[in-house]
Each structure stands twice: as C-alpha cells, then as structure tokens.
C-alpha cells in the first residue's frame, strides 16, 4: 500500500490522524518542508512549496470547528501538515479518506487502484 497526502491541501484538521487504527499519519511543521517532503511518497505537483491550495483555504479559512486550519505547529490537537509515515501499514479501512477536510489522501492499493479523499 502507498499513502500520501497532497500538501498544499491538507488543512491540518488532524482527522487522518485520529481515525487510522494503524497509524499511518503524523502531522509535522509547515515550515520543515524537507521532512514533510521526504515523509511520503506524494508526487512532485502535491509536494509542500510553503503555499496551500487557495480554494482550499477559501473554503476553511473562516470555519471555527476548533482546529487551527493552517497553522505552522501541531498542538496535539491541529495544525501542522499532515504526512503519511507509515504507509505500508495502511488496512484500506478508508476512515482518513472519509474524514480528511482538505480532501487531500490518495492511496494507492497493491493492484494500483487509486483511492481519493471524499469529505461530505
């Protein structure tokens, strides 16, 4: 299993992290762009260049759910970026998928088979 997240759309909700029986996530600081670069497998266009997606942060700028949406650091709580480090031992449970705000999580099954983040 290959798991990561698109950084300029992770909002930092920290939902990935508290779902995934496995624990697949950490959520790292938005200013330490090699260590959330080298933490996943995500595709050169979903790596983090210090910027979030505008619609994204159009979208949930001026929610007030209790997260830090886009904050640098990680209070335990929210904030941060979130990055895949453990892919491998992803189940497919598909909790992250269901719960990422930013609907920025693909995984990629041993068949190949891409599944994508779908927040309602």
């Known amino acids: 299993m290959e798991v990561w997240v ?5 909002t930092g909700c920290q939902h990935c992290k508290d779902v995934c029986p496995v624990g697949v996530f950490e ?20 790596k983090w260049e210090g910027k979030s997606d505008p619609a ?7 929610v007030d759910d209790g997260h830090r949406h886009f904050a640098d650091d990680n ?3 929210s904030g941060g970026m979130s990055v895949a480090v453990n892919g491998e ?8 998928l269901i719960e990422c705000e930013g609907e920025c999580i693909t995984i ?3 068949t ?7 927040y309602a």
């Not at 994204?56 to 001026?62: C, Q, T």
């Not at 190949?112 to 779908?118: A, D, N, P, R, V």
């Open 6 to 10: 698109n950084k300029p759309k992770c």
């Open 27 to 46: 959520l790292m600081n938005r200013n330490d762009k090699d260590k959330i670069n080298g933490g996943d497998p995500a595709p050169e266009n979903e």
């Open 56 to 62: 994204v942060v159009e979208k949930w700028k001026d």
């Open 75 to 77: 209070d335990g709580t």
């Open 89 to 96: 031992a992803c189940i497919l449970c598909q909790a992250c």
């Open 108 to 110: 990629k099954d041993d």
């Open 112 to 118: 190949g088979t891409e599944y994508k983040s779908i």
